[in-house]
């Protein structure tokens, strides 16, 4: 268990507004981030964060953008929704292991379905 | 670029059966590779992970040797149980400290009794 959690579990939404998703960590590591899954897809990377106030696109970035103020939250804003992000959102953190070998470990996951 | 491929699903399997689920990767330099495995309402685990070629990750009864010859890193477990149903993924890391990884597409085990 790596100490994540992720805020709200499940969203219902209208296309156009806007929509943060919150990951919290209590375990102080640099590496964070965010990636969403979807059937026939798996996981793709959002966005992520290499410290506070650091952070980089991902491979499906269009339509997000990501703040992380702290080193323990790690915020998502969808500026305004659209039905294309109907989706489950993960978020993930880098824990180092020896070897430099990246291992991450994820949040439960916020189901978000967007009307 | 670098790329997994998996195995397509759904596999259903009966209890007790050999399990076995195929992973290829493309790469350059030698990545280090994983699977995790998401149970139902769950956010992915790590399984197990190798780091070189020739290593082998087990956990669980779960197995994975990391072949550079043939740049394969398939699960096998001797024997599912009911409680194996999920959705297996198999990654790897760029490395070069880019902490990025690479994830497939999963695979849906579904262990019948």
């Known amino acids: 268990d790596a100490g994540i959690t992720q805020s709200p579990r499940h969203k219902v939404t209208e296309t156009g507004t806007p929509v943060t998703l919150r990951c919290h960590q209590t375990?102080?590591?640099?590496?964070m981030y965010w990636y969403r899954q979807d059937p026939g897809h798996g996981l793709r990377l959002i966005h992520y964060?290499?410290?506070?106030?650091?952070?980089d696109k991902g491979e499906v970035s269009d339509g997000y953008s990501v703040s992380r103020s702290k080193t323990e939250d790690f915020l998502l804003t969808l500026e305004s929704a659209t039905s294309s992000q109907t989706s489950v959102y993960f978020c993930a953190i880098s824990r180092i292991a020896s070897g430099a070998v990246n291992e991450q470990f994820f949040g439960p996951g916020t189901r978000l379905t967007v009307l | 670029g670098d790329s997994v491929t998996q195995m397509e699903g759904p596999v259903t399997l009966s209890e007790e059966a050999f399990l076995t689920i195929n992973c290829t990767y493309t790469a350059t330099g030698y990545p280090s590779l994983f699977w995790y495995v998401q149970y139902p309402g769950e956010g992915l685990q790590l399984l197990l992970k190798a780091t070189k070629a020739d290593d082998k990750g087990s956990n669980k009864g779960f197995e994975a040797t990391y072949r550079k010859e043939t740049t394969s890193f398939h699960l096998e477990k001797g024997s599912v149980q009911v409680s194996d149903s999920a959705v297996y993924f198999c990654a790897l890391d760029y490395g070069a400290g880019s902490y990025q990884l690479t994830f497939g597409k999963g695979t849906k085990l579904s262990v019948i009794p």
């Open positions: 964060s290499y410290g506070v106030k650091d952070t």
């Open positions: 375990e102080n590591h640099r590496y």
